[in-house]
């Protein structure tokens, strides 16, 4: 048990991962139960609204479990500094699963608490590491980590919200979420990671990183926030349009068309960021539509587009690389892991049409739900043993 224990606290992704890939099942079982009106004690509709919990859960219960583990094991990377400590990592990791743990029983409120404690904690980690490490260019360690900073303030007033139940500060909850906190983390990631990843296999690839573009795409998911927050929507169109624009531009930058043509584990990361653009065109569309007083919307759609599309097929593709390449395993997407990121485009592409197609929704609801339930329990299944075995290479790690 001890050498059991030793080995899964041995690295920062094992026990971030692992919780997160078991969240993924979770999140979408409790989700399912709901939709068909099954009473689910402390977590269900009797105490919160179950739409509400819906977003808490996939915003600030499953995302951050691999965005922590992933950010203490590439920061300290990035900024060539010392590594997170284990005391930091362990504690972070700890609370915040018990504390999700907790959300699905009537103690819900405790459990929120715990869970604010962890991420308090990795927020104060992710800072320490910032300011140790040497003198260079640290600007995508510090967009990371005030996104991280902004998703704790979100989570804290979830917090405050569970206990008054005020409209208003849920709406400023998910602005912060999707708009404070994972947009602007997954874009700088994706700034860092995605030009390095394909320099390392196409031949002659030319790592374009500008940053310029970065800032305004950054500045445009405040502002998108901003406006959701204050329930403009009509006006979000002035920020998605250009943000849209600046999106295909580095999709093609990067090189999305020689990217798809190489080994897997690439060509999901493309693929993931392929969505992005043309969700940002969705939500335009969308926000022309009530500009003008036409009778379509879309709906949620953009939102599952994004959340779905984008951010959980980017985490796929991300954690599924991570897992291998610190678990000593080689770099190499088998046919389980390609078909699983090709399942979870078909989620959410369900998921989409529950909004914009005329007739079916709550088929098409189910059907995304389940297959969700499908492809992630299939994905821990293949990847959550590697968090609590040795490495495959027997290095330490």
């Known amino acids: ?112 608490a715990l869970h604010l404690a962890g991420w308090s904690v990795a927020v ?15 600007r995508h360690a510090g967009i990371v980590t005030f996104a991280a900073a902004l998703g704790g303030i979100g989570d804290a007033l979830f917090l405050v919200w569970a206990g008054v139940e005020h409209g208003e500060t849920f709406r400023l909850v998910q602005a912060i979420g999707f708009w404070g906190f994972l947009m602007p983390l997954f874009l700088a990631v994706c700034h860092r990671m995605l030009p390095w990843f394909s320099s390392r296999v196409i031949p002659g690839y030319v790592l374009i990183r500008p940053y310029g573009p970065l800032w305004g795409l950054l500045a445009a998911c405040l502002a998108h926030g901003a406006f959701e927050a204050w329930g403009l929507r009509a006006w979000l169109w002035l920020v998605d349009v250009p943000m849209a624009l600046v999106l295909f531009w580095f999709a093609l930058r990067w090189g999305v068309l020689r990217g798809l043509r190489q080994e897997r584990l690439l060509a999901m990361l493309h693929i993931a960021f392929l969505w992005v653009g043309p ?24 939102l599952h587009a994004l959340g779905i599309g984008f951010f959980s097929s980017m985490l796929l593709a991300m954690a599924s690389r991570v897992s291998l390449g610190h678990s000593g395993r080689k770099l190499v997407a088998d046919h389980v892991t390609w078909w699983l990121f090709w399942l979870l ?26 297959l969700w339930l499908f492809t992630f329990a299939l994905w821990a299944w293949k990847y959550a043993p590697m968090y609590w075995r040795p490495r495959a290479d027997g290095k330490a790690g």
């Not at 997170?84 to 699905?104: D, F, N, Q, W």
């Not at 969700?279 to 949620?300: E, I, K, N, Q, V």
Request: proline fraction near 7%; charged fraction near 10%; include cysteine.
């Open 1 to 112: 048990m001890r050498q059991r224990w030793s080995t899964y606290c041995a690295a920062p992704h094992r026990g971030f991962f692992l919780t997160g890939a078991l969240q993924g099942v979770l999140v979408l079982l409790w989700w399912m139960l709901d939709l068909e009106g099954h009473d689910l004690g402390g977590a269900g509709p009797g105490s919160l609204p179950g739409v509400a919990l819906h977003a808490w859960w996939l915003i600030y219960g499953f995302f951050p479990f691999f965005i922590f583990g992933f950010l203490f094991t590439a920061m300290p990377n990035w900024l060539d500094g010392p590594a997170i400590p284990r005391r930091a990592y362990v504690a972070s990791g700890l609370l915040m699963a018990v504390g999700v743990t907790l959300a699905y029983t009537p103690l819900m409120p405790a459990g929120l």
């Open 124 to 138: 104060t980690a992710l800072v320490q590491n910032l300011i140790a490490a040497p003198a260079q260019d640290k």
């Open 279 to 302: 969700t940002m065109l969705l939500y335009a569309a969308d926000s022309l539509s009530l500009f003008f007083g036409l009778a379509w919307g879309a709906g949620l759609a953009p």
């Open 345 to 370: 485009q078909a989620v959410a592409c369900l998921r989409m049409a529950s909004d914009l197609l005329p007739a079916g929704q709550s088929a098409f609801i189910r059907s995304a739900g389940g």
